[in-house]
């Protein structure tokens, strides 16, 4: 099996390392296996003595960020929302040096978002937006059986524990194919971080200068961006947008029949919809056919531009990859495209597409995808991309259309393909992915857990020493 | 000249029952005003009712400021420091309106620079397409020489680099009590598109025609 992940976890560190590996979560740059097991796991802290021991058992078992190009086969990382550190007993100082986009929580910055009408946090599912949701556990592991031993050992840490309380258990898993649940093959484009220890893979762009992915080094202006105080607590963390999304499977279905009448037009459909066909070949590279061997071979199928596809004839100016990484298209609106780049987590959970499903009823199967967003203003970014990138056409040239694949579609809305002599614009695209909840979480650094952990001790010798 | 620096919050109108009502309010407070302008208010009375009964067009645009549709409005008061408003007139000199920076940002439609209170107050005006602070990183490290040039001169100005340029502008924003804006659907990306289609169209029909 070749995979992303295998290839790119087997090129020997090339580029010079600057990142303190040991002390940033493996999650931040680790990326997920091929095949894929694992959990998310959301907890409440009813006691801040109990939330603090439970960090301090489990910070032996989450895992650095050390070696990450090479394959391992499970760890743990830990997340905790505002909400969460003020239930940890984190001081009043600390926790007003964090950004108001984060204090508030992602339900509150609805409209920021663009998280209305169906997803709207009023129709989010329990616990997501209650204020409810404190500490996020993700388990990632390469089988079934160690996914269990991972979670069986988390669970021993929080069950035993009064004042800590289990809201939901959410488990994912990869696909056949490892397809998401539209069925196309994902997770290709990541941006490639200064420093991380590894030469880029072809076509994934200029390298990012850390500090906008990971706090405490300068970002692109040549500064650190702001970060949460003290030092310790802040530096090699950064901040997870977790988002989760359910498929409606039965409309892409419809969609895809109603808009095209053979298999070979539904595909390339498909493939104008995303930017690649289901393969993962992209259309600039593969612009009539697919090339599943293109699509798989993680050296040449990121490997591409924009530049003899300006009007978009080939891989559409509002298709989904070119809205979330436009690369070198001419933008209508002055834009640093490295700015507003995010690590992507995005993890599958219910059953595998269907082609065939199409009714009503398999829009509410539960199946989609979590996705963690993670980078040093996670806020900022996801905020932006859903303002600009996702649910506007603007910054392209199209007007009010908006993202195909994880946009908030209102009615009548269309999705216009370039083509010669003139484009084609269909009408009626619906909303493929509805937003079933989120959260803003903190990844702290391991150095950052121990003093969470600790922070009662801490308070207890200062008193002493008074 | 003296102009209120203090943040204008159009806070919401009380709730009023009716129009006939609302307009009776109008009519109270324009008592005091000069003769001519109650006469005025009073052939008006015909349009205000119109208005009264159609639906606000502003909405807010991020933290301050009024939105019509896709545009924004955005208004700055800076003091200058000493010999801030000579230097700043002498670079509008040579610019000659020629912002080739703001053409690059691509949803500025109009900027205007105000020296006030002899020469010691800049105001800033301008209307925009959408929301300027998601951008204001973008700024920084793709244009920030015109703007650090420009704002120099502003008392605690941080510069295009700092990340705390940001709070400083909406530290120094003032909202318009009132804006009126004729196209609040077209950006500026979409009038230099309707501009092209529409010169293509006339060139086609020249050809047919």
């Given at each position: ?36 097991f ?14 603090r ?12 960020a ?34 108001e ?47 269990g ?14 004042g ?21 093959k ?36 040549g ?71 293109l ?9 591409f ?38 690590i ?5 959970y ?57 946009g908030?579609?209102?009615?009548d809305?269309?999705?216009t ?25 903190f ?21 002493k020493?008074? | 000249?003296t102009?209120?620096t203090q ?56 933290r ?61 005006a ?14 920084s490290?793709?244009?920030?020489d ?21 709070e ?6 003032v ?13 500026v ?11 293509a ?9």
């Amino acid at each position: 099996m070749s995979t992303l992940e295998e290839t790119a976890a087997g090129a020997p560190p090339a580029q010079a390392l600057a990142l303190e590996l040991h002390e940033i979560q493996a999650t931040v740059l680790r990326h997920r296996p091929a095949p894929y097991f694992g959990a998310h796991v959301l907890l409440r802290i009813d006691d801040a003595r109990a939330g603090r021991e439970l960090v301090r058992r489990l910070m032996p078992h989450v895992d650095s960020a050390a070696s990450w190009w090479r394959p391992a086969n499970a760890w743990l990382s830990v997340a905790i929302s505002y909400a969460g550190l003020r239930a940890l007993g984190v001081p009043d100082d600390s926790l007003q040096s964090f950004s108001e986009a984060f204090r508030v929580g992602m339900a509150a910055r609805a409209r920021q978002l663009g998280d209305e009408g169906v997803n709207a946090p009023s129709n989010w599912e329990a616990p997501f937006g209650t204020g409810q949701v404190h500490i996020g556990l993700s388990a990632f592991s390469d089988s079934e059986e160690k996914w269990g031993r991972v979670l069986a050992f988390a669970r021993e840490q929080y069950e035993r524990m009064p004042g800590v309380h289990l809201l939901a258990v959410q488990d994912f898993g990869f696909q056949p194919g490892d397809l998401n649940s539209l069925g196309y093959k994902d997770g290709i484009d990541q941006p490639a971080i200064e420093g991380s220890g590894v030469d880029s893979l072809p076509g994934q762009g200029p390298l990012i200068k850390a500090g906008e992915l990971i706090l405490g080094y300068p970002g692109e202006a040549g500064v650190p961006l702001p970060m949460p105080q003290p030092d310790v607590l802040g530096r090699n963390g950064t901040y997870v947008g977790y988002r989760k999304y359910q498929s409606r499977v039965g409309a892409f279905n419809r969609f895809l029949r109603a808009h095209a009448s053979t298999e070979e037009e539904r595909e390339l459909l498909a493939a104008k919809l995303v930017g690649r066909w289901r393969s993962g070949a992209p259309l600039i590279l593969a612009p009539d056919v697919d090339n599943p061997a293109l699509g798989k071979d993680p050296r040449r199928n990121n490997d591409f531009d924009y530049a003899k596809d300006p009007f978009g004839r080939q891989a559409p100016l509002g298709c989904h990859i070119r809205r979330m990484n436009p690369r070198d298209t001419k933008l209508t609106r002055l834009t640093d495209v490295n700015l507003h780049r995010l690590i992507r987590r995005g993890t599958t959970y219910g059953p595998p597409y269907d082609a065939n499903a199409v009714s009503e009823a398999d829009d509410e199967v539960p199946r989609g995808a979590i996705f963690l967003f993670i980078s040093a203003k996670a806020m900022a970014t996801i905020e932006f991309l859903q303002q600009e990138w996702i649910n506007d056409g603007n910054f392209i040239g199209a007007g009010d259309e908006r993202d195909p694949i994880i946009g908030l579609q209102e009615k009548d809305a269309t999705f216009t393909i370039p083509r010669d002599p003139v484009r084609h614009r269909i009408h009626g695209i619906e909303t493929f992915h509805v937003l079933r909840g989120g959260e803003y979480f903190f990844m702290p650094s391991l150095s950052a857990l121990k003093w969470i952990g600790n922070l009662e001790e801490r308070g207890s010798i200062e008193q002493k020493e008074r | 000249m003296t102009m209120q620096t203090q943040k204008g919050t159009t806070a919401a109108p009380k709730p009023i029952q009716n129009v006939e009502e609302k307009l009776q309010k109008l009519r109270e407070i324009y008592a005091g005003a000069p003769e001519l302008g109650r006469v005025a208010l009073e052939r008006m009375m015909p349009e205000l009712e119109t208005a009264v009964r159609l639906a606000p067009k502003a909405t807010t645009a991020g933290r301050i400021g009024i939105r019509q549709g896709k545009v924004s409005e955005f208004l700055l008061i800076f003091k200058l420091r000493p010999g801030g408003a000579d230097r700043l007139r002498a670079l509008l000199g040579v610019l000659g309106g020629n912002f080739q920076g703001a053409d690059a940002v691509g949803t500025v439609h109009d900027m205007r620079f105000v020296l006030l209170d002899n020469d010691t107050k800049l105001l800033f005006a301008t209307a925009f397409d959408g929301d300027w602070d998601p951008y204001i990183a973008d700024f920084s490290t793709k244009i920030p020489d015109p703007l650090d040039v420009l704002f120099c001169d502003c008392e605690g100005y941080p510069g295009m680099h700092s990340p705390k340029v940001g709070e400083y502008l909406l530290s120094h924003q003032v909202q318009a009590d009132g804006w009126y804006v004729a196209n609040p659907n077209l950006t500026v990306a979409e009038t230099r598109r309707l501009e092209k289609i529409g010169k293509a169209v006339d060139e086609f029909l020249d050809k047919v025609g």
